[in-house]
């Protein structure tokens, strides 16, 4: 089964992070990100722009589009990754690995009820 492993964090900090500091979190998780390659279990993964590049479409009657992420939270969506996992236990341990590599904030995850890869090239 597919499970989405949302990645919040508090944006101001991560954004306040050194080209260094991001840089190692980011090779730690490509470790993580590189076992579960090589277990052919990794699907699509990103990294979201920060919420100030966000727009919301609110969908009201006309439809609103505002600047800016859609609700004020401490801890922001700052990524994704999709990953195939026999159960909610397995997709734990995932998420504890990506915990390791990049301490704080949460993660969230949801099994995928749908997943249309589309044809977009990165």
Same mark, same amino acid.
């Given at each position: 089964? /597919? @499970?989405?492993? *949302?990645? @919040?964090?508090?944006?101001? /900090?991560?954004?306040?992070?050194?080209?260094?500091?991001?840089?190692? &979190?980011? =090779?730690?998780?490509?470790?993580? =990100?590189?076992? *579960? $390659?090589? =277990?052919?279990?990794?699907? %699509? +993964?990103?990294? /979201?722009?920060? $919420?100030?590049?966000? $727009? $919301?479409?609110?969908? #009201?009657?006309?439809? +609103? +589009?505002?600047?800016? !992420?859609?609700? #004020?939270?401490?801890? =922001?969506?700052?990524?994704?990754?999709? &990953?195939?996992?026999?159960? *909610?236990?397995?997709?734990?341990? &995932?998420?504890?690995? *990506?915990?390791?590599?990049? %301490?704080?904030?949460? @993660?969230?995850?949801? !099994?995928?009820?749908?997943?249309? %890869?589309?044809? /977009?090239?990165?």
């Amino acid at each position: 089964m /597919l @499970y989405a492993i *949302l990645c @919040y964090h508090d944006e101001d /900090l991560v954004g306040s992070w050194t080209q260094e500091q991001d840089a190692a &979190v980011m =090779q730690k998780l490509a470790v993580v =990100q590189d076992k *579960l $390659t090589r =277990q052919g279990r990794l699907g %699509p +993964v990103a990294r /979201l722009l920060p $919420t100030t590049a966000a $727009t $919301t479409l609110r969908k #009201e009657n006309p439809p +609103v +589009v505002l600047d800016g !992420p859609f609700a #004020e939270t401490k801890e =922001q969506l700052l990524g994704f990754y999709i &990953v195939d996992c026999r159960n *909610l236990d397995e997709a734990l341990d &995932v998420a504890r690995d *990506l915990g390791a590599a990049n %301490p704080g904030g949460a @993660y969230e995850i949801r !099994p995928v009820g749908l997943l249309n %890869p589309g044809g /977009l090239k990165p």
